[in-house]
């Protein structure tokens, strides 16, 4: 008989302690303590918490887009489509359509595991029409969320080869998903530097230095991109895609392009990485690639309901049908969040009853995102020892800070980094909850941290006369 | 590749240095990392190796091909059939089957919050949709939750195990998870360690839902079978559990046990004393239990009950409160049969909180369970009570599905047992019936000589010839030398009857094509 629990921190997968998921981390979990505690009535410097944490729109008070909420309430309950209630056609019409594709016109049935029918194949129009490139839906791989359908293509390269363990290229800084998920999966993170000095570039000779150092003990075998970036928010130049394509060829990298935030641009180009590899022709129109998005961002911002695709390209048939057979265990994403993407991915027409209030309502999001970026990008460059680049994309800021020795060193005693130091007095002194730097990367030296900006208008004045008003205090406090 | 590197490379092949082979080969792996015309990033070769291993009957070959039929079919091909009957899945709205309606109207307020004040549902239902959208950040379904799930439907799940079993539940112990199949890979990845150089192991039933089998091979763990015993309703035979342990330890560490109650594919319900002597059996071995209860509103047969793992362990008194327990329940089965919702939940008990909190770092990471998905959990875990509107119609709906679930299940058990060269157990509860059947020799080689299993040489000849998709029993696992299928009862009753009758010809047809 075994004294010891079967599962313990050292009998345990391994790969998980190295998984760190900073933007539901500690300083997360020490902002539900404090709202928790405000709700008991302990006294503090502020009456409430701003959670500027996590890229959800609607928990900041953005409002659902109607056509699609409309849509989603007809294909939960079909019995209101031949109601008495004041339902635009055009909205009903798209609840027959999905119906039409579920099996027994049920929601409730499973998908195929790829995704419903119908649903893949407007993806595959709204690319083809993004890109002028055409798109075929069998290519097209649902998910939930795109996190899901990352995690799935990543966990393709657990596999030396050569002899070396295999090895995939993230940005720094990045989105903790991929250092998270290659955690988990065991396999390396090789680290590329964006270029902060230049709008968060992506410069060839960094690509090749961390390519360089990293396949000595490696094979890196995969390269991931994100644009618009995450936290850093720029919109990568064409002529940066088309250089990083030639790179990843020359190097024989899988590219995964994260691109879910290219309906959250204020007014720079959009270029897909797809759409960049066909127009530079032979070899780079034959490269495989994977891109993502998601109807957790964009306009639709439909976090909670976990929706999103993959577009996988070029991939060896025998590769794809492994693919297949491993998301199929899994049956399917729910039905109710592809019926989402579907109103995502075909929107409302023009001269259809719910087009006006469509556009109307993505102006109005699109004008908040501008308006925000703006002010963010202003006011934290006006902040003394903050340095902000601008902001072409995402719904995210991230400023870097000065931080001084002394506070440095308090830090160092309590065993952060200095700006998990900083964010959390922050919050203690404030209740504003942000990201620091540590949990997405930076240049060794540098702290930053990362904040949602989408709040609406007064809280985010607030929440930046907040941050100014810290700012200065902690810079007195630690001369 | 660089020019210079591919001119390296070709005099070396000229001159004998390098295989010829090695540089033409299209799908060789690229040792030195640099690309050559036609070479892949990706190939099965270089590919996660798991991967490649792992298969699901479920949706596999003949399911692709019952797919590819019905396109002919619509495409006006002419075929002895007029339609193919998907008897492999246990989905059972695609067999017809009507959503609860309580839990629909919920679903539709919470998509479109504007529908509460309309006046046009009952009160309880508009009552739930607040409850959670007030739950919601930004009053919305649109919000990302908290990793487990929202708190107040964790704590209604709570109180829906304690009703169940008769003793307490915490809502901590429990998180909420995107259909119980992403509960279950989460909590068998926590196993992937290689303690003292051997590969952890996992016992499953043999027969077995491919889930089980697909996720250890991805994860690279042993599967430890352990065979039910089929002429004792599919029972877990102790002597039977012993033998699979101590042969698999040789080779591996068994860490875990899984057990699924109601079966799937094999329908049992376990007894109380069966469930017992498990538990005894995984303490004295110092086993995880996974409980897989997803059917556990699926009980039909007289005398048969619904006894969950976890009440069991807790009346098994004080000596086994260290026992490690995670069990796992769905809302895509039951009388729901909200397969794409994607709801489920696991309830842990036993579980140290230093490995707890390794867990949520792997589910935390994937952000939180589709909220709709967590709305159909509460509206199971809290259905509508005597006395409030909605009740009737629930309590009418949920008994009519469980009923006419009760009589197709004794239906196709009967149909079966009738039959030349079946023997079918009774389907005690769950979704499906698994007959054994008899194959004359003739057909064994000529299985043999297409290369694929006799049960699936046989299941394919079903389909091409009738229409009927099953699942043969080599994709679940069964004894050697014997062969079933899986076919579910979600059939409505009267293309069940057909179905069965449709079966019975093909099988007399069939038999009589290889014999003699």
């Given at each position: 008989?075994k004294?010891?629990?079967?599962?313990?921190?050292e009998?345990l997968n391994q790969?998980l302690?190295?998984?760190q998921y900073?933007?539901?981390?500690?300083?997360?979990?020490?902002?539900?303590?404090i709202e928790r505690?405000?709700v008991?009535?302990?006294?503090k410097r502020?009456?409430?918490v701003?959670?500027a944490?996590?890229?959800?729109?609607?928990?900041?008070?953005?409002?659902p887009?109607?056509?699609?909420?409309?849509?989603?309430?007809l294909?939960s309950?079909p019995?209101?489509?031949s109601s008495r209630?004041d339902?635009?056609?055009d909205?009903?019409?798209?609840?027959?359509?999905?119906?039409?594709?579920c099996?027994?016109g049920?929601?409730?049935?499973y998908?195929?595991s790829?995704?419903?029918?119908?649903v893949?194949?407007r993806?595959?129009?709204?690319?083809?029409?993004r890109?002028?490139v055409?798109?075929?839906p069998?290519d097209i791989?649902?998910?939930?969320?795109?996190s899901?359908?990352?995690?799935?293509?990543?966990?393709?390269?657990?596999e030396?080869?050569?002899?070396?363990?295999?090895?995939?290229m993230?940005?720094i800084?990045?989105?903790?998903?991929?250092?998270?998920?290659l955690?988990?999966?065991g396999?390396?993170?090789v680290d590329y530097?964006l270029d902060e000095?230049?709008d968060?570039a992506?410069?060839?000779?960094?690509?090749?230095?961390?390519?360089?150092?990293?396949?000595?003990?490696?094979?890196?075998?995969a390269l991931?991109?994100?644009?618009?970036?995450?936290?850093?928010?720029?919109?990568?130049t064409?002529?940066?895609i088309?250089?990083?394509?030639?790179f990843?060829?020359?190097r024989?990298?899988f590219?995964l392009?994260d691109?879910v935030?290219q309906e959250?641009i204020?007014s720079k180009p959009?270029?897909?990485?797809?759409k960049?590899m066909f127009?530079?022709?032979?070899?780079?129109?034959r490269?495989?690639?994977?891109?993502?998005l998601t109807?957790?961002?964009g306009y639709a911002a439909?976090?909670g309901l976990?929706?999103?695709?993959?577009?996988?390209?070029?991939?060896q048939p025998?590769?794809q049908k492994t693919?297949n057979?491993m998301?199929s265990?899994?049956?399917?994403?729910?039905v109710l969040?592809q019926?989402?993407?579907?109103?995502?991915m075909?929107?409302?027409?023009p001269?259809?009853p719910?087009?006006?209030?469509?556009?109307?309502e993505?102006?109005?999001?699109?004008?908040?995102?501008?308006?925000?970026?703006?002010?963010?990008?202003k006011t934290?460059?006006?902040?003394?020892?903050?340095?902000c680049?601008?902001i072409?994309?995402?719904m995210?800021?991230?400023p870097r800070?000065?931080?001084?020795?002394?506070?440095?060193?308090e830090?160092?005693?309590?065993?952060?980094s200095p700006d998990?130091?900083?964010c959390?007095?922050?919050?203690e002194?404030t209740?504003?909850?942000?990201?620091p730097?540590t949990?997405?990367?930076?240049?060794?030296?540098?702290f930053?941290?990362?904040?949602t900006?989408?709040?609406?208008?007064?809280?985010?004045?607030y929440?930046?006369?907040s941050?100014?008003r810290?700012?200065?205090?902690?810079m007195?406090?630690?001369? | 590749m660089s020019q210079?590197?591919?001119?390296?490379?070709v005099?070396?092949?000229?001159?004998g240095?390098?295989?010829r082979?090695?540089?033409f080969e299209?799908?060789k792996?690229?040792?030195?990392?640099?690309r050559?015309m036609a070479?892949?990033?990706l190939?099965?070769?270089?590919?996660n190796p798991?991967i490649v291993?792992l298969?699901?009957?479920?949706?596999?070959?003949?399911v692709?091909?019952?797919?590819?039929i019905?396109?002919?079919?619509e495409?006006?091909?002419?075929?002895?059939?007029k339609?193919v009957?998907?008897?492999?899945?246990?989905?059972a709205h695609a067999?017809?089957?009507?959503?609860?309606?309580?839990i629909r109207?919920?679903m539709?307020?919470?998509?479109?919050?504007?529908?509460?004040d309309?006046?046009?549902?009952?009160?309880?239902?508009?009552?739930r949709?607040r409850?959670?959208?007030?739950a919601?950040?930004?009053?919305?379904v649109?919000s990302?939750?908290?990793?487990?799930?929202i708190?107040l439907?964790?704590?209604?799940?709570a109180?829906y195990?304690?009703r169940?079993?008769g003793?307490?539940?915490?809502w901590?112990?429990?998180f909420l998870?995107?259909?119980?199949?992403?509960?279950i890979?989460?909590?068998l990845?926590l196993?992937?360690?290689?303690?003292?150089?051997k590969?952890s192991?996992?016992?499953?039933?043999?027969p077995q839902?491919?889930l089980y089998s697909?996720?250890l091979?991805?994860?690279?763990?042993?599967?430890?079978?352990?065979?039910l015993?089929e002429?004792h309703?599919?029972?877990?035979?102790?002597?039977?559990l012993?033998?699979?342990?101590?042969?698999?330890s040789?080779t591996?560490n068994?860490?875990?046990?899984?057990?699924?109650n109601p079966g799937n594919?094999t329908?049992?319900v376990?007894?109380?004393d069966?469930?017992?002597?498990?538990i005894?059996?995984?303490?004295k071995?110092?086993?995880?239990?996974f409980?897989?209860?997803v059917?556990q509103d699926n009980?039909y047969?007289?005398?048969?009950?619904?006894?969950?793992?976890?009440?069991v362990l807790v009346?098994?008194?004080?000596?086994y409160?260290?026992?490690e327990?995670a069990s796992?329940?769905s809302?895509?089965?039951?009388?729901?049969?909200e397969?794409?919702?994607?709801?489920?939940?696991?309830?842990?008990?036993?579980v140290?909180?230093?490995?707890?909190a390794?867990?949520?770092?792997?589910i935390?990471?994937m952000?939180?369970p589709n909220v709709l998905?967590?709305?159909?959990?509460?509206c199971?875990?809290?259905?509508p009570?005597?006395?409030e509107?909605?009740?009737e119609l629930?309590?009418k709906?949920?008994t009519d599905?469980?009923?006419?679930l009760?009589?197709r299940?004794e239906?196709i058990?009967?149909?079966?047992?009738?039959?030349q060269g079946?023997?079918?157990n009774?389907?005690?509860g769950?979704?499906y019936a698994?007959p054994?059947?008899?194959?004359p020799p003739?057909?064994?080689?000529a299985?043999?000589a297409?290369?694929?299993?006799?049960d699936t040489?046989?299941a394919f000849?079903?389909l091409?010839?009738?229409?009927?998709?099953?699942v043969?029993?080599?994709?679940f696992?069964?004894?050697?030398g014997t062969y079933?299928f899986?076919?579910?009862?979600l059939p409505?009753?009267e293309l069940?009857?057909?179905m069965?009758?449709i079966f019975k010809k093909f099988?007399?047809?069939?038999t009589?094509?290889?014999?003699?």
């Amino acid at each position: 008989m075994k004294l010891e629990k079967c599962l313990t921190e050292e009998n345990l997968n391994q790969n998980l302690l190295n998984i760190q998921y900073a933007v539901r981390g500690p300083i997360l979990q020490r902002a539900l303590q404090i709202e928790r505690e405000l709700v008991k009535g302990v006294p503090k410097r502020f009456k409430r918490v701003v959670r500027a944490n996590c890229g959800d729109c609607h928990a900041l008070g953005q409002k659902p887009i109607t056509f699609i909420r409309q849509v989603l309430a007809l294909v939960s309950f079909p019995e209101l489509i031949s109601s008495r209630l004041d339902i635009p056609q055009d909205v009903k019409d798209r609840a027959k359509e999905l119906l039409d594709d579920c099996t027994k016109g049920s929601v409730g049935s499973y998908s195929p595991s790829n995704g419903l029918n119908l649903v893949r194949s407007r993806v595959a129009q709204y690319i083809t029409n993004r890109d002028g490139v055409p798109s075929n839906p069998d290519d097209i791989y649902l998910g939930s969320g795109a996190s899901d359908v990352i995690k799935s293509v990543l966990t393709l390269f657990v596999e030396d080869v050569g002899g070396k363990p295999p090895a995939v290229m993230v940005p720094i800084p990045q989105y903790p998903l991929f250092s998270g998920t290659l955690s988990e999966l065991g396999v390396r993170q090789v680290d590329y530097y964006l270029d902060e000095e230049h709008d968060w570039a992506l410069q060839i000779s960094e690509l090749e230095r961390s390519w360089r150092d990293a396949s000595i003990e490696s094979n890196v075998r995969a390269l991931v991109v994100i644009n618009p970036g995450n936290p850093t928010g720029q919109v990568l130049t064409r002529d940066n895609i088309e250089q990083i394509i030639k790179f990843a060829y020359e190097r024989n990298l899988f590219i995964l392009a994260d691109e879910v935030y290219q309906e959250n641009i204020v007014s720079k180009p959009f270029h897909s990485f797809k759409k960049v590899m066909f127009e530079m022709g032979a070899p780079y129109s034959r490269m495989e690639l994977a891109s993502f998005l998601t109807t957790s961002k964009g306009y639709a911002a439909e976090c909670g309901l976990r929706s999103g695709y993959v577009e996988l390209l070029h991939l060896q048939p025998s590769v794809q049908k492994t693919f297949n057979t491993m998301r199929s265990v899994m049956q399917c994403p729910s039905v109710l969040g592809q019926c989402i993407l579907d109103c995502v991915m075909k929107p409302p027409s023009p001269g259809k009853p719910s087009h006006n209030q469509f556009i109307n309502e993505i102006r109005d999001i699109h004008q908040v995102l501008k308006e925000r970026t703006a002010t963010a990008y202003k006011t934290f460059n006006s902040i003394p020892g903050y340095f902000c680049n601008p902001i072409d994309g995402s719904m995210f800021a991230y400023p870097r800070i000065e931080i001084p020795v002394e506070a440095q060193l308090e830090a160092k005693k309590l065993n952060m980094s200095p700006d998990e130091f900083y964010c959390l007095r922050l919050l203690e002194e404030t209740g504003v909850c942000v990201i620091p730097g540590t949990g997405f990367g930076q240049l060794p030296g540098s702290f930053h941290f990362r904040t949602t900006i989408l709040h609406p208008k007064d809280e985010f004045q607030y929440m930046m006369d907040s941050i100014r008003r810290f700012h200065l205090n902690f810079m007195q406090l630690y001369p | 590749m660089s020019q210079l590197k591919l001119i390296s490379r070709v005099s070396r092949v000229l001159s004998g240095a390098v295989k010829r082979s090695e540089l033409f080969e299209i799908n060789k792996v690229n040792t030195n990392n640099a690309r050559t015309m036609a070479s892949k990033g990706l190939t099965v070769e270089n590919m996660n190796p798991n991967i490649v291993k792992l298969e699901y009957a479920v949706r596999g070959p003949l399911v692709i091909r019952a797919g590819e039929i019905e396109k002919e079919l619509e495409k006006g091909a002419q075929k002895p059939f007029k339609r193919v009957i998907k008897a492999n899945i246990g989905d059972a709205h695609a067999m017809g089957q009507k959503p609860i309606t309580f839990i629909r109207q919920v679903m539709a307020c919470l998509a479109l919050p504007d529908l509460i004040d309309k006046g046009i549902f009952p009160e309880d239902v508009k009552q739930r949709a607040r409850e959670i959208l007030d739950a919601c950040g930004g009053g919305s379904v649109g919000s990302y939750t908290a990793s487990h799930g929202i708190e107040l439907v964790r704590r209604r799940v709570a109180d829906y195990i304690q009703r169940r079993d008769g003793h307490p539940a915490h809502w901590e112990d429990i998180f909420l998870s995107s259909g119980a199949s992403t509960a279950i890979k989460n909590c068998l990845q926590l196993f992937c360690n290689d303690l003292g150089g051997k590969t952890s192991g996992v016992m499953i039933p043999i027969p077995q839902y491919p889930l089980y089998s697909a996720s250890l091979a991805e994860y690279g763990l042993a599967q430890v079978g352990y065979y039910l015993d089929e002429e004792h309703h599919w029972g877990l035979d102790l002597r039977e559990l012993e033998r699979s342990l101590a042969e698999a330890s040789a080779t591996c560490n068994v860490r875990a046990l899984v057990v699924i109650n109601p079966g799937n594919p094999t329908g049992q319900v376990l007894t109380r004393d069966n469930i017992e002597s498990i538990i005894k059996f995984a303490k004295k071995h110092g086993l995880f239990l996974f409980a897989d209860e997803v059917y556990q509103d699926n009980v039909y047969a007289a005398g048969s009950k619904f006894h969950s793992f976890k009440k069991v362990l807790v009346e098994l008194g004080d000596d086994y409160k260290d026992v490690e327990l995670a069990s796992f329940m769905s809302v895509s089965k039951g009388y729901m049969g909200e397969c794409g919702a994607r709801g489920g939940w696991a309830e842990l008990r036993g579980v140290n909180a230093a490995v707890r909190a390794q867990l949520y770092k792997c589910i935390s990471a994937m952000l939180c369970p589709n909220v709709l998905g967590q709305a159909a959990i509460d509206c199971v875990a809290r259905p509508p009570q005597p006395g409030e509107p909605s009740y009737e119609l629930y309590i009418k709906e949920k008994t009519d599905v469980l009923d006419s679930l009760k009589k197709r299940a004794e239906m196709i058990v009967d149909a079966f047992n009738q039959m030349q060269g079946f023997k079918c157990n009774v389907v005690q509860g769950a979704m499906y019936a698994f007959p054994r059947f008899e194959l004359p020799p003739r057909a064994v080689a000529a299985a043999a000589a297409a290369g694929i299993p006799p049960d699936t040489f046989y299941a394919f000849r079903l389909l091409e010839e009738t229409g009927i998709c099953i699942v043969p029993g080599s994709g679940f696992g069964q004894r050697p030398g014997t062969y079933h299928f899986r076919t579910t009862i979600l059939p409505q009753p009267e293309l069940l009857r057909e179905m069965l009758d449709i079966f019975k010809k093909f099988h007399q047809k069939f038999t009589a094509e290889y014999s003699g």
